[in-house]
Nanobody, 122 residues
Framework: VQLQASGGGLVQAGGSLRLSCRASGITFSRYGMGWFRQAPGNERAFVAVINDSGLSTVYADSVKGRFTISRDNAKNTVYLQMNSLKPEDTAIYYC????????????????WGQGTQVTVSS
């Protein structure tokens, strides 16, 4: 199983980035997919999750209205569109796959990607 995250980078506050995570080795359409982030010195924190069909989503309060999670089951890929970025969004972002479908706690996730760095400058 491999989850390959990409799309991170350096952006100014107020800017946007789109993260992608392509999965292989799993039946992607059966899994809920989540995004998490970890800043230096902090625990890994939930950002967003989308269910298998893409019709249901859950967001952390800190990103509601700014981030959008979506998926393309034909491409085995989940996305995180991040708008109006703030310096406090700076972290390594991880994608993860879970059964059952809409899960928030990191311990509920079975498979993890390697992470992609997002840095937001003020």
């Amino acid at each position: 199983v491999q989850l390959q995250a990409s799309g991170g980078g350096l952006v100014q506050a107020g800017g946007s980035l789109r993260l992608s995570c392509r999965a292989s080795g799993i039946t992607f359409s059966r899994y809920g997919m989540g995004w998490f982030r970890q800043a230096p010195g902090n625990e890994r924190a939930f950002v967003a999750v989308i269910n298998d069909s893409g019709l249901s989503t859950v967001y952390a309060d800190s990103v509601k209205g700014r981030f959008t999670i979506s998926r393309d089951n034909a491409k085995n890929t989940v996305y995180l569109q991040m708008n109006s970025l703030k310096p406090e969004d700076t972290a390594i972002y991880y994608c993860a796959a879970a059964l059952p479908l809409l899960r928030v706690p990191p311990d509920d996730y079975k498979y993890w990607g390697q992470g992609t760095q997002v840095t937001v400058s003020s």
